[in-house]
């Protein structure tokens, strides 16, 4: 018989599309889906598998909403199917992956689809739902959502696959379990916030968070030969900013393929699962598992159990001949012991917090876009910011400019009678530089007809005052123009309390506010703020003659490096021992403690299992 000839499989065509869900509005975004399926139905070659990122209908940040948003997977499934018919000129197949919230057997879950829409009737290949559920820092998943606890491989029309969801995949045992059920691609759907704008050398774009979600996209690949297919969200959620970063790593642990920045794409990669079998023949870790797996999960019986680990070893032998070379090999050849290198850490022996240094043109990148975002989804055009001839306010002047036009954005000046002259050109200076509308309101004369009747006011009262009228001005004007007020108090104002309660951090929208003072001057030089504004005296200009490194008691860089110690968990002690002066430690420790109250919305007696901000839960940009 002649020898039947073998043709290799073709590539699949995969495509990973980073998007911007409207929050909470499933059928708008469901409209947006529809358009995707008609614009994937033109690419050559047409993508076999398309890809969507976690919770893609409904965005992410739902707190209490979830339940309201959640769906079954067959309702998913019906609308997915209705949407796909009516945008494809023809029903060829096409498999979509795609995270969403979840009702499944009455609860909830943040769960992924993977489904073959087309030719007949939607053939469901698997839901996974999130084993690891994040609970710190800006996330608190497992409040609203129950934990899954499987993850499996399965069957596709072109292979094998698995699915994990965003934090699944920080945990190296998450990769290892799907590809031991023989996952030849891993599809990871997220929906992870950009954090970390500092300098970097490592080549990765963007803020520090994709580098570290490269590192594990290509960890998983590479130890497993595997391919690993990561979608992320885009925008900007109640100030969490999804940046995108789609990626695709080859089984050797190479990238593939990269999405952009901060913008929607649709990304399209060839994947040869041949790639697989060439990775694993020169790099077989995952054959050595398997064979090594029924004695590694008898160690995990024995942890899970409790049992310690014996220290089993030969003991000595008992009268050897001192002549034995096996016993007393001959050593006198190895050189003197001073020839060994001796490399000492740091006298602390832990690290401190990461670099305070910031990338400028990263945290522009971030910036800009927020302010578009913020802007969008809370239905407004314009901006308005309150310019006070300081670098904060010209800050966020420059940065609305970019993001939405100078024409799109009104600088409002509001002088008291005794405000810097200086001041008030400064304010001048950034809207003829910039081109925005402007308007100047002297405030003179309410404030002076409130205080007539409080004397005895002393000047912190006065200055509150003035602060609380230009926020009348502020919010009346916007309403007048429809123009959304920003806010201009940076990371160390707020961290001291050195703001006017209910005045200078009122504005819903700020863009500076996770800055610390001396980053946000870095980026006043990147985005060419003048340089008189820059270099003076930071003030308030309440009080004549008064500057806010004065009324802190130490300078803004002072302040800055101990704050974010101390942020990150050393206690003033460690602080101490790293030769930090104790008073200035102890100075601004005792103002962060103090100022608590300031940060926080106004306390409520609850009485009731419905609290606003405790049990009613609702995001704020939806």
């Known amino acids: 018989m002649p020898a039947t000839k073998f043709r290799a499989p073709e590539p699949v065509q995969l495509a990973i599309a980073q998007l911007r869900p409207i929050k909470g509005d499933y059928q708008a975004n469901l409209a947006q889906l529809q358009e995707l399926f008609a614009r994937v139905d033109t690419l050559e070659p047409r993508p076999r598998v398309l890809m969507l990122p976690e919770t893609a209908l409904t965005g992410y940040f739902l707190e209490g909403g979830v339940r309201e948003l959640a769906m079954t997977a067959g309702a998913l499934v019906g609308d997915l199917d209705d949407a796909y018919r009516a945008s494809v000129r023809s029903a060829r197949s096409l498999d979509v992956v795609i995270g969403f919230y979840e009702w499944w057997r009455g609860t909830l879950h943040n769960s992924s689809l993977y489904v073959t829409l087309g030719e007949g009737a939607p053939d ?46 920080w945990h190296s045992l998450s990769g290892t379990l799907a590809a031991l059920d023989g996952a030849q691609v891993i599809f990871l759907v997220s929906a992870a916030p950009a954090r970390g704008l500092s300098p970097r050398d490592d080549g990765i774009p963007g803020p520090g968070s994709i580098a570290r979600w490269e590192r594990i996209v290509r960890d998983i690949a590479e130890e497993h030969g595997v391919y690993v297919a990561l979608a992320n969200l885009v925008g900007s959620e109640g100030g969490k900013l999804f940046p ?158 970019r993001a939405l036009g100078p024409e799109r954005v009104l600088g409002l000046r509001l002088p008291y009678r005794t405000s810097s002259e200086e001041s008030l050109a400064h304010a001048q200076e950034v809207i003829d530089a910039l081109g ?117 008691g130490v300078s803004y860089d002072t302040a800055d490096r101990i704050l974010d110690w101390l942020l990150h968990g050393y206690s003033p002690h460690d602080l101490a021992v790293r030769g930090f002066d104790e008073e200035e430690v102890a100075l601004i420790r005792k103002r962060l403690d103090g100022t608590h109250w300031k940060r926080k919305l106004p306390t409520v007696a609850m009485v009731s299992p419905t609290a606003i901000g405790e049990s009613y839960l609702r995001p704020v940009d939806w």
């Open 124 to 169: 469901v290949r698997h839901v996974h739902r999130k084993n690891f559920l994040p609970t710190y820092g800006l996330f608190d998943e497992e409040r609203f959502v129950e934990r899954g606890h499987d993850i499996r491989a399965f069957d596709t029309s072109w292979g094998r696959a698995a699915m994990l969801v965003c934090e699944d995949a």
């Open 244 to 401: 995108g970063g789609t990626m695709l790593a080859g089984p050797r642990g190479d990238i593939r393929a990269r999405g952009p920045l901060f913008r929607e794409a649709l990304v399209t990669a060839p994947i040869d699962l041949r790639d697989i079998s060439r990775a694993r023949a020169d790099s077989p870790l995952l054959a050595d598992l398997r064979t090594a797996l029924p004695h590694l999960l008898d160690s995990m019986s024995d942890i899970r159990a409790g049992i310690p680990a014996a220290a089993e070893y030969d003991p000595a032998v008992e009268g050897p001949d001192e002549h034995d070379p096996l016993v007393h090999p001959d050593v006198h050849d190895a050189g003197p012991a001073s020839a060994i290198e001796v490399v000492a850490a740091g006298a602390s022996g832990e690290e401190g917090p990461p670099p305070m240094t910031i990338d400028p043109e990263l945290a522009e990148s971030l910036l800009v876009p927020f302010i578009r975002d913020e802007l969008a989804q809370r239905g407004f055009e314009m901006a308005i910011v309150a310019l006070s001839g300081g670098v904060d306010s010209a800050v966020t002047a420059y940065l609305a400019a």
């Open 436 to 552: 925005i509308q402007s308007r100047t309101i002297d405030i003179s004369g309410p404030v002076d007809a409130y205080l007539e009747n409080e004397p005895e006011a002393d000047a912190s009262r006065r200055g509150n005052v003035m602060a609380r009228m230009r926020m009348i001005a502020l919010f009346d004007l916007s309403a007048r123009h429809h123009a959304i007020p920003l806010g201009t108090g940076n990371k160390t104002e707020r961290l001291l309390g050195y703001f006017t309660w209910h005045a200078d951090d009122s504005p819903p929208v700020n863009p500076l506010g996770d800055l610390y003072k001396t980053q946000v001057l870095a980026l006043a030089r990147h985005l060419g703020v003048p340089s008189a504004i820059i270099e003076k005296p930071p003030t308030a200009d309440l009080v004549q003659g008064q500057t806010d490194e004065g009324d802190i």
